[in-house]
């Protein structure tokens, strides 16, 4: 059975760093496209980032240059580094798998404020 | 990356149909057959219910059926239940490689 667990969220001043991790069990991450989605409290939902399994990496507009995603093949885990943290950052963050974003984890939440 | 154009909200009957659009543009829902819709319910993560335009993934249920036409997609949810009072989410790939959701449409079951 196919299970994502986030974890990393909490309590950030605007301007600092979190990292949030996703473990994985009953596939290979590696094997699978890896996505980072979030929502925003009351919004919709917000594609942030992908790893294809080649190890490529796209990110959305408003996260570029500040997040970055990466996997540890040997915990099955998939990362988001979030730097620069901004009040509009500030959301549940899902990590999801495959290319149609197939299964879901139930999401960690990020705050940003002082 | 300009979020897909939804409806903010649908409603319908136990029993009857409806149907949710989803506009982009050339450079994502026109250009690739990379179309997918998802079920939110309050406080619970989301749920694909069609890929790739028109594929259902297994354990969800035919009343649920999808399509494209140009630069718009569309969900449509036959025989309506109360169970299918959700928000609604469209996504397509883009042309830059990244993906693109759109903004959400809320369906009330009356």
């Known amino acids: 059975e196919v299970q994502l667990v986030e974890s990393g969220g909490g309590l950030v001043q605007p301007g600092g760093s979190l990292r949030l991790s996703c473990a994985a069990s009953g596939f290979i991450v590696s094997s699978n496209y890896m996505n980072w989605v979030r929502q925003a409290p009351g919004k919709g939902l917000e594609w942030v980032s992908v790893i294809y399994s080649a190890g490529d990496t796209y990110y959305a507009d408003s996260v570029k240059g500040r997040f970055t995603i990466s996997r540890d093949n040997s915990k099955n885990t998939l990362y988001l580094q979030m730097n620069s943290l901004r009040a509009e950052d500030m959301a549940v963050y899902y990590c999801a798998r495959d290319w149609s974003l197939v299964d879901w984890g139930q999401g960690t939440r990020v705050t940003v404020s002082s | 990356q300009s979020a897909l154009t939804q409806p903010a909200s649908v409603s319908g009957s136990p029993g009857q149909s409806i ?73 397509s790939y883009t042309s830059s490689s990244t993906w693109v959701f759109g903004g959400g449409t809320k369906l009330t079951v009356l």
């Open chain 2, 19 to 91: 149907t949710i659009s989803c506009t982009g543009t050339s450079s994502d829902v026109g250009a690739y057959n990379f179309v997918s819709w998802y079920q939110q319910h309050p406080g619970k993560a989301p749920k694909l219910m069609i890929y790739d335009v028109s594929n259902r993934p297994s354990g969800v249920s035919n009343r649920f059926s999808g399509s494209k036409s140009g630069n718009t997609a569309s969900l449509t949810i036959s025989g309506l239940q109360a169970e299918d009072e959700a928000d609604y989410y469209c996504s």
